[in-house]
């Protein structure tokens, strides 16, 4: 059977699980490491899909979740599947749909993160599994659409449905993201949940795929996802099995502060074999995260924090993040970062692009965008150069001094 992904690892840090690697999909190639740029609902917010390729995004992260509500995955699959809908020519990724049904359809609008670098170990799925709002059984997950209240379940077989019909080159299996404070017999019986998931969205992924190839049309890459919290013992269960099963990749899911990193993602990536590639699921983009999870053996980031911070004017630079919407950036005539090379520090000026937001023009938000996306995404590839030319410590000596 031919392969959805075909993933080649190139170069190896030395005594660091960091590498570099390509990932070929039917859409193009992604250079690794590399970060997916957010694409929730089929768009990257404030960004025409050629912005997105000319800052140098890679690929699109676009949420199952999301597109099953609206417009729903039959119009996204009559469409031509995800990437002819959103007319956008590179690889695509979904995930599965799991995290939002805990945490969106019980919680939206109230406030609730995935990443929760203020509010200590608490997130949106962490909140609605302990609160019990969203009802989770060894079927699935019965849930409240955010949009109109309908009553929802998603099972495992369904997230595969929905992904194979919405059509990303690569999907997420449908997994339990528990809260990482919760206690280790709620964890153990949530990790038991997630393999046994694991190993039916993987039946329902080769039926699909077996299809696919009937009908001579491409065949789609599945990710499997490993939980386990904060257990050592568990992550690295979690990761022997879910590595055993045959997925085209890992995915690692839980909610992480930085320094979760050199703990749970380090005992994951030790255990999983080095031919599979490796995602984390959601994490935040601050600089300090991308290194470590670099270092730590991360091939893949997705988040949504560089468009959404920049909707709200906070904006990355080298030292550190600004927000434009200051007075104290009235009269500065100066880029946003004076070292940046995306189009919005081409001779627009923070003086101009406070205006703009202090004005409500959309052009703020636009500029803005391009600006951190293409920052977080340039770092991610001098990360990577940095491993080909063996200078990855000093980069990130120099790199992290700078911003903290
Ligand atoms: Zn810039």
């Not at 993160?113 to 949106?124: L, Y």
């Not at 109109?148 to 194979?164: A, N």
């Not at 080769?206 to 386990?228: C, M, R, S, T």
């Not at 946003?336 to 923070?350: H, P």
Request: hydrophobic share 35%.
């Amino acid at each position: 059977m031919k392969q959805a992904i075909k993933f080649t690892v190139k170069d190896k840090l030395k005594n660091s699980l960091a590498r570099t690697g390509e990932i070929k999909t039917q859409h193009g190639v992604i250079n690794t490491p590399a970060f997916i740029v957010g694409g929730t609902k089929a768009t990257v917010k404030a960004l025409t899909p050629d912005q997105v390729t000319s800052l140098g995004g890679q690929s699109i992260l676009a949420n199952t979740y999301h597109l099953m509500l609206r417009p729903g995955a039959d119009i996204v699959n009559e469409a031509g599947g995800l990437g002819k809908f959103m007319n956008y020519a590179g690889p695509t990724f979904t995930d599965s749909g799991g995290f939002q049904v805990f945490s969106l359809g019980v919680a939206y609008k109230k406030g609730i993160d995935k990443v929760s670098h203020s509010q200590k170990g608490e997130s949106g799925a962490a909140k609605a599994t302990q609160d019990q709002l969203a009802k989770i059984t060894n079927k699935g997950v019965h849930f409240r659409s955010h949009i109109d209240g309908q009553k929802l379940i998603m099972t495992p077989e369904s997230s595969m449905e929905l992904q194979h019909k919405i059509g990303a080159n690569i999907h997420m299996a449908f997994d339990e993201c528990p809260a990482p404070l919760a206690d280790r017999p709620y964890i153990v019986s949530s990790l038991n949940r997630t393999h046994d998931w694991a190993k039916r969205c993987l039946t329902r992924h080769q039926e699909l795929n077996k299809e696919h190839l009937d009908k001579n049309e491409p065949l789609q890459a599945l990710f499997g996802i490993v939980q386990g919290a904060r257990h050592q013992d568990l992550r690295i269960q979690s990761a022997e099995y879910i590595s055993s099963l045959g997925f085209d990749g890992i995915g690692i899911g839980g909610v992480f502060e930085t320094g979760d990193i050199e703990t749970e993602v380090k005992w994951v990536n030790q255990t999983v074999p080095e031919s599979l590639p490796r995602h984390l699921l959601g994490m935040g983009a601050q600089p300090a995260d991308l290194f470590l999870g670099v270092e730590y053996g991360i091939d893949t980031f997705d988040c949504v924090a560089p468009t959404r911070q920049a909707r709200n004017g906070a904006i990355y630079t080298a030292t550190g993040r600004i927000n434009i919407r200051n007075t104290g950036f009235m009269r500065d005539f100066s880029p946003l970062d004076k070292n940046c090379e995306c189009y919005a520090c081409q001779g627009f000026s923070r003086a101009y692009i406070n205006h703009l937001f202090r004005s409500d023009e959309i052009l703020g938000a636009i500029l803005a965008s391009i600006h951190n996306e293409y920052f977080v995404v340039h770092m991610v590839d001098n990360i990577r150069q940095s491993i080909v030319d063996g200078t990855f410590y000093n980069l990130k000596d120099t790199t992290l001094k700078k911003y903290y």
